[in-house]
């Protein structure tokens, strides 16, 4: 009698195990969520000690400011935006009409990108701190 390691059957019943669990990760792969922001003023993460007055995230190609918006929320609410533009071929900029206070800060965006339907959504957070 074979060896278990040495059945053509379990040889078999192995690679097709192999088979089916790459397959399953490949396709979870692809089903990951694609952003296309590439890139913000201010940064993901990032620590500032001077508050910002406006928002500015770049994308892969240019966004429709018609079907784009852009939330801020912060320690104390929702902040007043105003006046979405572009101000290169590939971005989203935005006003902050109220001055920020210290706190931790959430920027919410919807946006279509170039002839693409498809609606994205994302959001970063920063942080505002008190000045030395």
Request: aromatic content about 0%; hydrophobic content about 50%.
């Given at each position: 009698m074979d060896k278990p390691s040495e059945n053509p059957m379990t040889k078999l019943i192995s690679l097709f195990a192999f088979l089916a669990t790459t397959a399953t990760l490949?396709?979870?792969g692809s089903a990951i969520p694609h952003s296309p922001?590439?890139?913000s003023e201010p940064g993901a993460g990032a620590v500032l000690t001077?508050?910002?007055r406006t928002l500015r995230l770049y994308f892969e190609d240019l966004p429709d400011v018609d079907r784009s918006a852009l939330r801020l929320v912060g320690p104390?609410?929702?902040h007043q935006l105003r006046g979405m533009h572009t101000m290169a071929a590939d971005d989203l900029m935005i006003e902050i009409l109220d001055p920020l206070t210290p706190g931790d800060y959430t920027v919410e965006w919807t946006?279509?990108?170039?002839n693409d339907p498809t609606v994205y959504t994302g959001k970063f957070d920063f942080t505002v701190q008190e000045r030395p």
């Open positions: 490949v396709a979870c922001m590439l890139d001077r508050a910002p104390n609410g929702e946006t279509v990108i170039a």
